[in-house]
């Protein structure tokens, strides 16, 4: 039953952080966005292990990754959608229970077939869950402190962002890689009995005569599922069999944007991209998170296979990114703020790239002290001092009452890129199905895509300096409430901030504050 709120607390006037039941809510809010995280922060560390106990090749890795990316990316705007329009806690139980079941079949799975198809059905979770935890954040608690509750929000999901190396790289060592999985259902439970007991519902009103773009999202996820099964078996497939998915999924792709044009409630508006802008940041951000996708793809790899890492020791080895990001974020951000994001853009990844490159000594006999520790270090630095003006950039690019939905494409389009490159960087690296067991193959491979990433860092930094202006932040009636991201303390490393909307029931996920109390 849930608990009847005090007048102070009523819904439609949002609830007080200070007040028992906000804290219950701030607690439902962060464990289920951690539940997401942690799943993000340790599956690339388990694939040498799920590799050698399912005798898996590495394309069925590659769709191990890939599989929960296609499903979460093509889903991800409808799911914010979903949430405004049925409910925010319903969606979010749904969510989060869907997500449960769903890293169980993950977590009993005798095949990689099993495995991809569980993982697929978890990134429908995943977009249902990934935003609706900000979303109830931001509807549910009273205007005055809902900066404080999303900065809380942010800060506590980023602190476990920083356990999950050490939590998931023990579980792998110890009862086993099933268990970063199954670890998820009693946490998963506890979510569930918060939300029950001590989350009120909330909706956007003025969202009930929307359509959703289910049309879209299944061209949308069609398009990217052709684009990467052909990537993923280039290698060893014949023409006929690369080129007839590859056709398909660019096929579909041109299907989506027809039907994006032509639709009533598209999932994607396309006249967002009319703002160079917001065009400019978003090729930014594919190049960015592929970068960033590809090497930490690979670089557990070569820790493990190459080196000879235990799985906790190759989680660990990145936890300097994790936390130079929570320490950081927020300083790069109110920097941008004051200076432009220019600066910190072209900086960011120039330094991004200067770490990738610094793994060219991490090979075997490498010593962590003083090759791995300095290459992820410096990547974590520029990391910290691009990712936040990014998004502050994305938002600014845009109308204010579609800041949500401009943060939900963005968000987007760096999951995206990372399903694109988990796809094609072993191709373009030469290594194959069954390299990947191989310590120098995998140190080749390695060396190769470290150089490709640098240059997609550094590309996004030339786009930065050329087009990015200095005071794109100015506006003639004062700075837009846009401008200032409320999600400054980030750690995620396969997307930026998912930022709440400013009143658009197209927010993807951000939504509108206007609530209908029926919990």
């Not at 991209?273 to 590809?294: D, E, K, P, Q, W």
């Not at 010593?367 to 936040?388: H, K, Q, W």
Request: glycine fraction near 12%; hydrophobic fraction near 55%; aromatic fraction near 6%.
């Amino acid at each position: 039953m849930t608990s009847s709120p005090t007048p102070a607390e009523s819904v439609g006037q949002g609830i007080a952080l200070s007040s028992a039941r906000g804290r219950w809510v701030l607690a439902c809010a962060v464990l289920a966005s951690g539940i997401a995280m942690l799943d993000g922060t340790v599956v690339n560390v388990a694939l040498p292990t799920i590799g050698r106990d399912l005798d898996a090749s590495l394309s069925t890795l590659q769709w191990v990754v890939s599989a929960y990316m296609l499903t979460l990316s093509a889903l991800l705007l409808l799911g914010g959608a979903l949430g405004d329009r049925l409910g925010r806690r319903r969606t979010l139980l749904v969510g989060v229970v869907w997500f449960a079941v769903a890293s169980m079949l993950c977590g009993i799975a005798q095949d990689g077939g099993t495995l991809i198809a569980a993982r697929a059905l978890q990134g429908v979770g995943g977009a249902l869950l990934t935003p609706g935890s900000l979303a109830l954040v931001r509807a549910t608690f009273r205007p005055d402190d809902q900066a404080k509750a999303v900065g809380a929000w942010s800060g506590l999901t980023g602190v476990a962002g920083a356990v999950g190396p050490f939590l998931g790289g023990w579980l792998i060592d110890g009862p086993g890689w099933r268990w970063i999985f199954l670890i998820n259902v009693p946490l998963a439970a506890v979510v569930v009995a918060i939300a029950i007991s001590h989350v009120p519902e909330s909706r956007d009103v003025s969202a009930a005569g929307h359509r959703f773009d289910f049309l879209g999202a299944c061209l949308g996820a069609a398009f990217l599922a052709g684009i990467s099964y052909a990537l993923i078996t280039a290698a060893g497939a014949s023409a006929l069999a690369v080129a007839v998915p590859a056709l398909l999924g660019l096929a579909a792709g041109v299907a989506f944007v027809l039907v994006e044009r032509r639709a009533a409630a598209p999932m994607l508006p396309l006249g967002l991209l009319r703002s160079r802008l917001f065009g400019v940041t978003n090729v930014m951000t594919l190049c960015l998170y592929a970068a960033i996708g590809g090497i930490l793809f690979l670089l557990p790899v070569q820790l493990q296979n190459g080196l000879g890492y235990d799985a906790l020791e190759a989680g660990v080895a990145t936890l300097p990114i994790t936390l130079l990001m929570l320490l950081l974020s927020a300083r790069a951000g109110a920097l941008a703020q004051r200076v432009g994001p220019t600066l910190p853009l072209a900086v960011g990844p120039v330094v991004a790239a200067a770490g990738v490159l610094l793994m060219w000594r991490i090979g075997p006999g490498a010593s962590y002290a003083t090759d791995v520790l300095p290459a992820v270090a410096v990547l974590g630095l520029g990391m910290s001092t691009f990712v936040a003006p990014l998004t502050a950039t994305v938002l600014a690019s845009v109308e204010s009452e579609r800041a949500g939905l401009a943060s939900g494409v963005n968000n987007t389009a760096a999951r995206i890129a990372q399903l694109l490159v988990v796809a094609a960087l072993p191709l373009a690296v030469g290594l194959s199905d069954d390299a990947y067991r191989d310590p120098g193959a995998v140190d080749t491979a390695f060396h190769r895509a470290s150089a490709v990433c640098a240059g997609l860092f550094l590309l996004a930094a030339l786009a930065a300096a050329l087009f990015v202006r200095p005071r794109v932040f100015d506006r003639s009636e004062g700075e837009a409430p846009a401008c200032a991201p409320q999600c400054r303390t980030h750690v995620a490393l396969s997307a930026p901030p998912l930022e709440p909307g400013t009143g658009s029931a197209e927010g993807a996920g951000g939504g509108s504050t206007k609530a209908a109390g029926d919990g």
